[in-house]
Nanobody, 121 residues
């Protein structure tokens, strides 16, 4: 089981990035996939999640209306489209696999390696 997160980079305030979480060794659509982020000195927080059952999506208040999570089952990949980026979005972003879209990090069993997102002001 492996999750590969990619797509991070350096963008200016107001810019966009699309993160990808590609899975190998298993079929993504059987699981909930969450995106988390961790800024220096802060705890890892859930940004968004997409469930396995009905594709329900969840977002942190801080990203609602700006971020969109989606799943491409044919590519076995989950995406996080991030628009209107702000400096406070700067963090390492991780994707993680779980059975349900829980909020806590302990509710996810497998993690990708993380991808850095830096938003300059």
């Amino acid at each position: 089981v492996q999750l590969q997160a990619s797509g991070g980079g350096l963008v200016q305030t107001g810019g966009s990035l699309r993160l990808s979480c590609a899975a190998s060794g298993f079929t993504l659509d059987y699981y909930a996939i969450g995106w988390f982020r961790q800024a220096p000195g802060k705890e890892r927080e859930r940004v968004s999640c997409i469930s396995s059952s009905d594709g329900s999506t969840y977002y942190a208040e801080s990203v609602k209306g700006r971020f969109t999570i989606s799943r491409d089952n044919a590519k076995n990949t989950v995406y996080l489209q991030m628009n209107s980026l702000k400096p406070e979005d700067t963090a390492v972003y991780y994707c993680a696999l779980g059975w349900l879209c829980g909020v806590g990090v302990n509710e996810y069993d497998y993690w990708g390696q993380g991808t850095q997102v830096t938003v300059s002001s």
